[in-house]
């Protein structure tokens, strides 16, 4: 079982169809599509010396040579390593690290940051530019046959905060990605070839796990040449390519929903918007169904268990004659096709509807592991059930509503970050005694960092002196918003942080200066 076979098998049975799209600009036809990935394989395996296994990591906005060398790299039998491209430079080099990855394809716009770590990380032997004269080299490699690869075989490592601030990588098997492209027939949308994908979000996310069941059936996958979400750029792709799906974190969709060029446009190509990734208010919901119509598909997942727990569907969103319509809409939606999903206490034991308790799945799409960590494998996958650390409850019904996440994650703007890796930034500056992060509602992004720091003198250090310290060490997209300076942190009996107490007085002071 290779992923890459349906690559292969649509270049043969959809030869001259396009598969790849840049804007509106076709880059690739199926043919054109299986032939380079075939010598990209050929290249990264004969030219790089690279064997079935070894690890490769992508480093790149989207762009078509993206899903070139994703799928190089599984048509070679390797394992590919797609990294979030918004990273801190020191973060990207942990998970090459991490990973054991012996080259990186990266672009123009990172080969800075990625280029002087061949050499200085162990094993790391070769940076490849995409696109370009040399990954054009690569690609026009005589082919190779695919590599043979077992279910159980890792193909991508998804590196996630976890429950510890230095992130994890899942090793999500060639059998994982199948159930959840599966899923995604069986629960969002059947999907042909006469249909298309947008990538508007990380092709490293869930705009990359939602791409692979539209690449198994032969739909075109558009890149937008913004590299972003532009309301305008969006509504001439829509009258460009037929059928076209997207994944959008919540404030993505509210942000298009507001867009004059998509509310007063002509929206029949549109059919299917997947969001996910974070809380979605109602009012907004609301909206973006005025505009969208019933073409809103919710889903709930991980990167453990990729994308696949629950999911909220377009005949749910339509359905507003139903009693307790508004109350499914803030729920996360009913149990997917592949997966078994309990609510539990804190013995293990499922509870029944209305009791809240931590979420628990398991089935053929969750993880089998995760990478070189074998003691927070056998915590998360404890008694045979992938814990989520999200707590929620069931309805009679039985769908799913989120209540807390016990891990603390923050979501913002559809994108993870978690509190202790902020914390370990502050901590750098030499007058914070303490700090602690967490995250409160925000209108446009859906959650904000908000950090409270001890100092240690009592004098308050200048809001740009910690901002700079946090840009040193993390992303931009990670650094707070605002900071509350307090004399100490309110802590249990135990010592340990009152994070609950924070996130009420981060709603309850909200400052738009960014301190109080």
């Known amino acids: 079982m290779n992923l890459a076979t349906w690559v292969e098998r649509n270049g043969t049975r959809l ?5 790849l799209a840049e804007g509106e600009r076709v880059h690739a036809t199926w043919g054109e599509f299986a032939a380079r990935t075939a010598g990209a394989a050929a290249g990264l395996r004969d030219g790089l010396g690279l064997a079935p296994g070894d690890r490769v990591a992508i480093v790149m906005r989207n762009r078509p040579e993206y899903l070139e060398a994703l799928y190089a790299i599984w048509h070679a039998g390797l394992v590919a ?17 991490d990973s054991g990855s012996a080259v990186v394809i990266t672009d123009d716009e990172h080969g800075d940051d990625v280029a002087p770590l061949v050499g200085a990380i162990e094993g790391l032997r070769a940076a490849v530019l995409a696109p370009g004269a040399q990954w054009d080299r690569i690609a026009a490699s005589a082919s190779t046959r695919l ?25 999500l098997t060639h059998r994982n990605l199948l159930m959840a492209s599966l899923s995604y027939f069986a629960d969002i949308d059947p999907v042909t070839p006469q249909d298309s994908i947008l990538h508007a979000g990380p092709l490293s996310h869930g705009s990359g796990l939602y791409g692979l069941p539209h690449v198994a059936r032969g739909a075109v996958s558009v890149v937008p040449q913004s590299g972003g979400v532009d309301g305008d750029e969006i509504a001439t792709l829509l009258g460009r390519w037929p059928g076209m799906s997207f994944f959008a974190a919540p404030t993505m969709v509210k942000r298009l929903a507001g867009d004059a060029a998509l509310a007063a446009g002509d929206l029949p190509n ?9 809380p979605m208010y109602l009012a907004d919901l609301q909206h973006a169904l005025e505009i969208f119509g019933p073409r809103l598909s919710q889903i709930y997942g991980q990167g453990e268990t990729p994308m696949t727990i629950t999911a909220l569907s377009k005949a749910d969103h339509a359905d507003r004659e139903h009693p307790r ?8 939606g009913f149990p997917r096709t592949d ?38 494998t056998a915590e998360t996958l404890r008694g045979g059930w992938l814990h989520t650390g999200d707590v929620g409850s069931f309805d009679d019904d039985g769908y799913l509503t989120l209540r807390d996440r016990s891990k603390d994650l923050i979501i913002s703007g559809g994108l993870n970050i978690y509190p202790r890796e902020v914390e370990e930034a502050l901590l750098c500056h030499p007058s914070v005694q303490a700090a602690a992060v967490v995250g409160r509602p925000d209108p446009e992004w859906g959650e904000a960092v908000v950090a409270f720091v001890v100092t240690a003198t009592g004098d308050r250090p200048p809001i740009d002196e910690l901002d700079r310290t946090c840009l040193d060490r993390i992303a931009r997209f990670k650094r707070p918003k605002e900071y509350h300076f307090l004399d100490a942190l309110p802590t ?20 738009p200066s960014g301190s109080t």
């Open 15 to 19: 030869r001259e169809a396009p598969a």
């Open 81 to 97: 390593v797609p990294v979030n491209a918004r990273l801190h430079r020191d973060e990207i080099a942990f998970v090459l690290e």
């Open 147 to 171: 590599v043979e690869r077992s279910a159980v075989d890792p193909a991508w490592l998804f590196y996630t905060s976890g429950t510890t601030g230095r992130p994890k990588g899942a090793v």
């Open 270 to 278: 549109l059919k299917t918007i997947v969001y996910g990734g974070a």
């Open 325 to 332: 319509w508004r109350d499914r809409m803030q729920s996360v």
């Open 339 to 376: 997966v078994e999903v309990r609510v539990v206490d804190d013995d293990g034991g499922a509870l029944p509807a209305g009791e809240v308790g931590e979420v628990v799945v398991r089935g053929d799409v969750v993880m089998a592991g995760y990478w070189g960590r074998p003691e927070a």
């Open 492 to 511: 249990s009996s135990y010592g340990k942080v009152l994070k609950r107490e924070l996130r009420d007085r981060a709603r309850t002071e909200a400052d």
